[in-house]
């Protein structure tokens, strides 16, 4: 028979703390530690990831104060996570945000009202949803089974017409499907940091040659376009009243006014909502403002015309579902070589079924549940599986990358859109559900929900109409930047897998 452990049950030798500033009271009640599981909501904008960083603004450096601060923590204890045993369930990184955090740790919980003096403390981008007492040898992270995350791609990111890189537009002229060059982008700012690594200097003198190559191309065709219109124009014929013959043309606008209206257009960056509007640092959407739909729904507001319908959502799931299984991701990650045994990590399942539109750009909710994750791990996930969707790499690649003996540079998608979805503890609610509650999101549903509709998906729909998030990456996506995109061109030979391998990974 089960029963609760009363260990976490500390008596102090001194009282309780009392919230920071109160005057010391003689007669206050002493309280005792108790161990719990706090569930919280934030957004990763402006910080520098979960993790405590000396020197850097975390979500866990803020926690940590507001739990002093609320009386949680006694002041002997400040600034030391390990006197309380503290644990996280997920370390996310810099600019990601969650919505189903969970933190562990013996705190002075005391007299009620200890949700209220937390939010009381903390910035309104990080919310308490609440807390559930566990057993003393609870710990968040080592008792997390499953994880799940979801990254919000906008739908024009699979399309390969959709901001092409300068090499494809310079070979699209001329042909059938010729390719406009992004004015839009050009304004924001070609280069985008923390995109790609660092370029050679034959990468830089290529990259200025082709922009001297396009500027001309684009001049020479704007200035035929112009010959064109006079000569045109020359040949109106005009009656005796001054009005223009039948069969001539009135358009007097030359190619250069057209292109200089098209800069003009692309660069005012439109609000995200007229009716509630978004600052540079907080955004609020109704739930009226996001439409999630299922795929071949009609959604309104889909201004994009490229569409995520069937045959889409058929081919990138199937890109996704490669991921599924446990794999060797080296290449999905930083500072971490392919026989560590950590490499190895197990994808319990990738799907991207759903369309929500958010300030009127359509994204892809693309949810992966694993046992855990790497650094930058989902991030590269997703900007390898868009790089095969737009056509910049083959699908066959992706089972290349998987590989222990193959190094693969993978690009790595823009964290804005990346949040931690819900954290799930199936294991420890099933032995000690007879004793203590269940440690779940459930409870917090709806409180969650509403957080993410007025800071996470805010957040992700401003940065995009602002900065281009995405839009800006997806330049970067071409062989100059990822010449391993070109893997089984230049050494098809060593990307032939055995069978025998082959049926190695399908038995794990």
Not at 135 to 162: E, G, H, I, Q
Not at 283 to 289: A, L
Not at 501 to 508: F, K, N, S, T, Y
Request: with cysteine.
């Amino acid at each position: 028979m089960s029963m609760t452990s009363n260990s976490s049950d500390e008596v102090d030798p001194t009282s309780g703390p009392p919230p920071a500033g109160a005057p010391a009271d003689p007669t206050r009640r002493r309280y005792k530690r108790r161990k719990v599981a706090i569930f919280l909501s934030y957004c990763g904008a402006g910080y520098q990831g979960m993790q405590k960083n000396p020197g850097a603004r975390t979500i866990e450096g803020e926690l940590e104060e507001a739990l002093f601060l609320a009386g949680a923590v006694p002041e002997s204890d400040r600034g030391n996570s390990k006197r309380y045993d503290w644990a996280r369930s997920a370390r996310t990184d810099k600019g990601v945000s969650a919505s189903g955090q969970v933190v562990s740790g013996r705190f002075y919980i005391d007299p009620p009202g200890f949700i209220d003096r937390l939010n009381h403390v903390l910035a309104d981008s990080i919310r308490i949803l609440g807390f559930k007492r566990v057993t003393s040898s609870f710990n968040a992270k080592k008792f997390c089974d499953r994880r799940r995350y979801v990254y919000l791609l906008p739908v024009f990111a699979l399309d390969p017409n959709s901001h092409p890189n300068r090499e494809s537009v310079l070979a699209s002229f001329g042909s059938e499907n010729e390719l406009s060059r992004c004015f839009d982008c050009s304004e924001r700012g070609r280069k985008v940091v923390g995109v790609v690594g660092r370029q050679s200097k034959v990468q830089k003198e290529e990259e200025k040659s082709l922009e001297v190559e396009m500027e001309s191309s684009l001049m020479n065709e704007v200035l035929s376009n112009e010959g064109e219109e006079l000569e045109s124009e020359c040949n109106v014929l005009v009656d005796s009243s001054g009005e223009k013959m039948e069969g001539t043309t009135g358009n007097t606008e030359t190619e250069s006014e057209k292109l200089a209206g098209i800069v003009a257009t692309e660069t005012e960056v439109q609000p995200v909502l007229e009716n509630n509007k978004i600052s540079a640092g907080e955004g609020e959407y109704s739930e009226s403002n996001v439409i999630v739909g299922s795929i071949g729904e009609k959604i309104e507001g889909c201004s994009s015309s490229y569409c995520y319908g069937d045959k889409e959502r058929e081919a990138f799931v199937r890109i996704l579902k490669r991921y599924e299984g446990t794999h060797n991701f080296h290449n999905f990650t930083t500072r971490i070589k392919a026989e560590d045994p950590s490499a190895r990590r197990y994808i319990i399942s990738f799907n991207a079924d759903s369309v929500m539109n958010v300030g009127g750009i359509d994204f892809i909710k693309c949810e992966v549940v694993g046992q855990s994750f790497m650094l930058h791990q989902i991030r590269k996930m997703i900007g390898f599986a868009v790089a095969v969707m737009r056509k910049c790499a083959p699908e066959s690649l992706m089972d290349i990358a998987l590989r222990q003996d193959v190094n693969i540079n993978v690009p790595t998608a823009p964290e804005v859109g990346l949040y931690l979805d819900e954290c799930f503890f199936s294991s420890y609610n099933k032995k000690w559900k007879d004793s203590h509650e269940e440690v779940s999101m459930a409870a917090y549903a709806d409180e969650a929900e509403k957080f993410k509709l007025k800071y996470i998906y805010s957040h992700i729909a401003s940065m995009e109409h602002k900065e281009g998030a995405v839009a800006l990456w997806l330049h970067s996506l071409n062989h100059r930047n990822y010449p391993d995109f070109r893997w089984g061109e230049t050494k098809e030979e060593q990307v032939t897998v055995e069978p025998s391998e082959v049926d190695h990974l399908a038995l794990e």
